[in-house]
């Protein structure tokens, strides 16, 4: 079983974000973080709480509930009990200065709340400082996104070929993946950065279920339940001969995951059309990979990728319809990360960023095909987590 992060791997963290945070292009005198995924990745713990940084060094971790908890898991000396926000004023003083927060996340409620007991002299966002700092993974971090991605590369190769039968609905598939991942060590949930994104497993879907209009910013689509809840399939969805298997999973374990996706073939051969775009999908990330490395820039990628795509790629690419600007994303405690293989992202790579990088394509009628497989970015070039892409599976 892998273990909570060390002292060691903690204090590291924090100490890199103080960097961080003192060469900021505003002056930094308080940081405020709220996110329980960002008070993991700083304490070792999930709680009902608030972690402040102080420019003078001081950090400390006020926790409403479960403080006992709180003092199990982290290996740090920093965790106080708090009530409400006013307990804080016997250790942090009222006057906060220049203040770093979530933008992205924190309520203006929350901030109203605050601001009854401090005084914050400027507001500043947080949100990209922290991204940055946890699109670099530790070789803590790097042990359990490998496992993570062994795991799922058997997931997808070997349990779900057992999983399909005939007549099974979209949402019997989606249940009974879900009960395998579990039993075989994954972590139950599917955390995304992106505001207001609901996922239990991923995007699955039985053939042109797979390019219905979805919300969710990825090039492939769900039908699911209703416009109520357009995630985990459709109940009146049936598997049939012929019909393709679109299955774009995350997985995760001890909080971190990986990403990769499959497309199954049920019960006969895909069509010649339909094996000349997936493969195709193959081709792009093989060049992808090969450009994944260490001071490339994404922009630069994510062009040269774009303007240079094979005929069979030239409708639908990243999208039926309505096709997303990325062709890849950072992975870790989120599945949607920095850095991205967009146009806008201009920030070169650094060694042992996670990225996974998802070539897809509608096929009208048909459904999507294409490919998805998360990378660690090295010196010598990427290195592959979760086994590699491969053709449609026929089962």
Known sequence: MISNPTKEELENRIAQLFNMLNTAENNFDTAIIISKVNQYYFTGTMQDGILIIKKDGAVAYFVRKSYDRAQLECQLDIVYKMSTYKD???VIPQALGNTFIETDIMPMALIDRLKKYFIMEKINPLDKIILSLRAVKSDFELEIIAESGKQHQYL???????????GMS???FLSELYCRMVKQGHHGVSRFNMFQIEQIVGQIGFGDSSIYPT????PGGM???????PIIGNRNRYLKKGDLVFADVGYGISGYHSDKTQVYSFGTKPGEKVIEVHSACIEIISK???LLKVNAIPAEIYKEITTNLPNSLSQHFMGYGESVKFLGHGVGLHIDEMPVIANSYKIPLKE??????EPKCGIVGVGT??????????ATGAVCLTGGPREIMVV
């Open 369 to 378: 095909v294409g490919v998805e497989e998360t990378y660690v970015v090295k």
């Open 215 to 218: 919300n969710f910013n990825g």
């Open 288 to 290: 992808l990979a090969n």
């Open 156 to 166: 997808l190769e070997n349990i779900v070929p057992e999983i399909l039968k005939e």
């Open 88 to 90: 804080i004023l016997a």
């Open 223 to 229: 039908l699911g339940m209703s416009p109520a809840v």
């Open 170 to 172: 979209e949402t019997d």
């Open 352 to 357: 042992n960023m996670v990225v996974a990088l």
